[in-house]
């Protein structure tokens, strides 16, 4: 019988931590709820390279050349 009462102490507060712990970052926030983050326009001038020049929304210079790598990697020499 005490075991028993022990685990269910045990058991709430380990159960009460758990929900308080999830909650603060909920509570963190009320602390300014005003605060008004102003981003700037991202730098796109070294947008141009063979990893970032996508036309059809995937890189396909920069996929074709890590695609032609691999069998080099993959092999032992």
């Known amino acids: 019988m005490k075991k028993s009462l022990v685990r ?5 507060a380990l159960a009460g931590l758990v929900v308080l712990g ?14 008004v983050v102003v981003v700037d326009e991202p730098d ?7 990893w970032t020049f996508a036309p059809l929304g995937v ?3 920069g996929l074709i ?9 993959l092999l032992p020499s």
């Not at 999830?22 to 709820?33: C, I, K, N, T, V």
């Not at 050349?65 to 990697?73: E, I, R, T």
């Open 8 to 12: 269910a102490v045990t058991g709430a």
């Open 22 to 35: 999830s909650a603060a970052p909920a509570l963190a926030a009320q602390d300014a709820p005003n605060d």
């Open 44 to 50: 796109t001038s070294d947008l141009t390279n063979i």
């Open 59 to 61: 890189p396909v210079l």
């Open 65 to 73: 050349q890590s695609l032609n790598g691999v069998p080099g990697k």
